[in-house]
């Protein structure tokens, strides 16, 4: 029997999709749940399984195709014809020459996928790449998924990039974004047009939140399973503030102003695709390990590609933190329909004067951008203060003082 596949139905944002690369080619074996095609959107990238046992009959869209809700991308033709090879190979005890050669390519193509995400590994050994010949264009040169793909659309220019340059040469090489790169472009230009933004600059000594990490952090793990991390500190230390400055938290929609009766705080994530900024929902009620071990499955499911858009959808508070790349001041950009955003920084040892006296103590600078139409100067600024005092004073903060 034959089974269509059909592009899944898309969230209501989002009105269609590109497809990224199949991972299977007509007349290959498929297996129920397996992966058989990823779609890209704006924000995530979905991945289509197949719906029964059987073998990939035909695709009706390729890789770069824009597709939309319900459309079709391929037929599997169901039943036990996709065992059919194996139990051949079984009577006979054989290997067939062919098998054996793609289990030595396959081989070939695993060596230096370690360093991959699970879903670049995925396309490494499937297309049979191998990721010490590609250039990558993620952090630190690593190699993306999205770099594998693009060698499984163009293998021509791949080959020219295995060759040694001679001297003198100026390469360039032109790379269409990616569909969420575009969204991220789109959504920046969009703040910087529509928004009044300003920024506003504090310090924070954390040599109180650091010592009580260092006091209770190990009780903490034991007892939650998780690190106590400096995110909490500050998103707690948020979540208080915002309900002190409602402003801050609220949003501009035409002539009105929006108040919000909730802090959902979107967290920044930083993948190789670019930032996601999964949210916090009700991050007010959370307690320290409750956000903890959110930040962390956003994280890990973001970068692993399984972050899903309802979990980007909404916040109304965003909190950044360039410190772990080493950043030490900046201007974060607001996230519209929000009208701040809060930026973390490294921490450095810096000498201040204490009760008279020149210590050295963990400093931080942090930076709140705003939405100066609706916000003003005085509010962000007294939100900045408000969040200084409860981290340099943590053990208010925890008595919710």
Known sequence: MSLEIKVPVLPESVSDATIATWHKKPGDA???????????????????????????????????????????????????????PAASERKTGATPPAAKADKVETKAAAKGVEDLS?????????????????????????????????????????????????????????????????????????????????????EINLAQVALLRKQLGEQFEKANGVKLGYMSFFVKAAAEALKRHPIVNASVDGNDVIYHGYQDISIAVSTEKGLVTPVLRDAQNMSFADIEKAIIDYAKRAREGGIKLEDLQGGTFTITNGGTFGSLFSTPIVNPPQSAILGMHTIKERAIVENGQ??????????????????????????????????ENPHKMLLGI
């Open 30 to 84: 498929v297996k129920r749940d397996e992966n058989l095609v990823d779609l890209e959107t704006d924000k995530v990238v979905l991945e289509v399984p197949a719906p029964a046992d059987g073998i990939l009959k035909s695709i009706s869209a390729e890789a770069g195709a824009t597709v939309t809700s319900g459309e079709l991308l391929g037929v599997i033709e169901e039943g036990a014809a996709a065992a059919a």
């Open 118 to 202: 699970p879903a670049g590994r995925r396309v490494a050994i499937e297309e049979k790449i191998d990721p010490s010949r590609v250039e990558g264009t993620g952090r630190d040169g690593r190699v993306t998924k999205e770099d594998l793909v693009a060698q499984t659309r163009s293998p021509a220019p791949a080959a020219a990039k295995s060759a040694a340059p001679t001297p003198g040469d100026r390469p360039e090489e032109r790379v269409p974004m990616t569909r969420m790169r575009a969204k991220i472009a789109e959504r920046l230009m969009q703040s910087k047009n529509s928004i009044a933004m300003l920024t506003s600059f504090n």
């Open 358 to 391: 020149v210590v050295a103590a963990p400093m931080m600078y942090v930076a709140i951008s705003y939405d100066h139409r609706i916000i003003d100067g005085k509010d962000a600024v007294l939100f900045l203060v408000d969040i200084k005092n409860q981290l």
